[in-house]
């Protein structure tokens, strides 16, 4: 017929080959998506079993970031005559230097100390987060290289 689309004119094929008595057995009608109804279906189940998965992931994910800002890590120098306890969102909660440390001239010692601490505390902490991080994402089909948070 003239304006019917190659689909309407393959559907009409298909339904003179069956007798047009209304069994269509063997004739799949695809609404348009060019899969066929249950290849739709499919596709929804397993779009909603990702979706679901995306969310267990992001309950994980705000679980796993509570635990990390409860965290305290802490770093030293010296020997341990000077500690530094950082949070697990990275500020300095205390700070602890041995009485031997705190003679004025030893001044630039000290602060060269402190600054060694925090440093440690800060590598302790980040060490300690991807762990975190490793064992939620741990079974992620997540490419190489890629970290969550993004």
């Keep these: 017929m003239p304006g019917d689309s190659d689909w309407d004119r393959d559907w009409d094929s298909d339904w003179d080959k069956n007798g047009g008595d209304g069994n269509r057995q063997g004739v799949t009608r695809t609404g348009g998506s060019g ?3 249950d290849g739709r ?30 965290m305290q890590v802490e770093g030293s120098a010296g020997g341990g005559m000077v500690r530094v306890t950082l949070t697990g969102k990275g ?6 230097i041995e009485k031997d ?42 490419p190489p290289g890629m970290k969550l948070p993004f």
Aim: overall charge negative.
């Design 35 to 37: 899969l066929p109804a």
């Design 41 to 70: 279906t499919q596709m929804m189940k397993n779009f909603g079993d990702m979706m679901k998965q995306a969310s267990q992931l992001q309950g994980k994910m705000q679980e796993m970031q509570e635990k990390i800002a409860a």
């Design 101 to 142: 440390l705190l003679n004025p001239e030893e001044g630039e010692v000290l602060e060269d100390l402190i600054t060694a601490a925090i440093n440690d505390a800060k590598a302790r902490l980040e060490e300690k987060s991807q762990e975190e991080m490793k064992s939620l994402t741990e079974g992620l089909p997540l």
């Design 91 to 96: 500020y300095a909660s205390k700070v602890s």
